[in-house]
């Protein structure tokens, strides 16, 4: 693989690397199978909203509640008669936003502490994986807490900002130890004898090289984020209501969990089916990283 990208620019160079990949993981069974799941999963959440019942909409909150899936509502309605299929596609369309925003400030933060430890040494790789092992020796879940404890209402902007800065430690070590592996490989040494600099030999030649490892951290990270954000929503410290997320369905839901299994049953199910699809395409990326050529 790194015999076609070693020239290419930064961008360019980490979407062939990228592109790469994923075709590999597309030649699998479950890798075909995973990314039809969430490309399915993903054209829903935003294709479907307008098609659908108001997710807000509450026409007959005391006839109208807790009713079984039927024609007129497919996954039935919530304890407030709202339309729970329109509430799981919009919550689908919430869920999946904070994952990726919170994942992309993640990756991008971790590339670069990664890219920094690595290339530099010394110092700088001291200062700087002493900090994230610090980082790393508290819960994550524990400093999400903390943080926001500090709102009554979480803004949205500020839940995915929260998110991605704690979620980055992981991926700075695993982009350092990519980096310290190609540092001194020979298509580095020939970009410093032609007088690159430090930030060209960092993005055009060691970040695509070094994508394999990031984009299946990246991957990973979304089932992580998804699982975090029902979790926090769950506990009414993610999104708020009315916004719909998915564990935020799961909450509202609780009290009519026998009579009306449905109104959390399929938030759960689509969780599930979300998380599962992520984790198996993040194996097959990792079997596809691994596979790669000279």
Not at 71 to 82: C, E, I, K, V, Y
């Amino acid at each position: 693989m790194r015999s076609s990208i070693r020239g290419s620019g930064i961008g360019d160079g980490t979407m062939k690397a990228i592109g790469l990949l994923l075709r590999r993981a597309w030649a699998t069974r479950w890798g075909r199978l995973s990314i039809v799941t969430l490309a399915g999963v993903t054209l829903l959440a935003l294709l479907a909203p307008p098609f659908l019942a108001d997710p807000a909409a509450q026409p007959d909150i005391i006839g109208g509640a807790n009713r079984p899936p039927s024609a007129a509502h497919l996954f039935g309605t919530d304890p407030l008669s709202r339309d729970v299929l329109a509430r799981v596609v919009s919550g689908g369309r919430v869920s999946l936003s904070v994952a990726a925003l919170s994942v992309a400030l993640s990756v991008t933060l971790g590339a670069f502490v990664g890219l920094a430890a690595g290339f530099f040494g010394g110092a700088v790789d001291t200062v700087l994986m002493r900090l994230v092992d610090g980082a790393l020796a508290v819960p994550r879940l524990f400093l999400l807490l903390i943080l926001i404890a500090v709102w009554e209402r979480v803004p949205f902007g500020a839940f995915i900002l929260v998110i991605g800065a704690t979620g980055w430690f992981g991926t700075s070590r695993l982009v350092r130890a990519e980096v310290l592996r190609l540092r001194h490989q020979d298509f580095v040494r020939a970009a410093e004898a032609l007088g690159g600099g430090p930030g060209r030999i960092m993005f055009r030649h060691l970040l695509p090289n070094a994508a394999g490892p990031l984009v299946v951290a990246a991957t990973l990270g979304v089932g992580e984020v998804i699982l975090l954000e029902a979790g926090l929503s769950f506990l009414g410290l993610g999104i708020q209501p009315p916004t719909p997320s998915w564990g935020g369905m799961i909450f509202d839901a609780r009290s009519v969990l026998a009579s009306a299994p449905w109104a959390s049953v399929f938030p759960a199910l689509a969780i599930t089916l979300t998380v599962l699809s992520v984790n198996l395409l993040g194996d097959a990326l990792r079997e596809a990283a691994g596979s790669r050529v000279a």
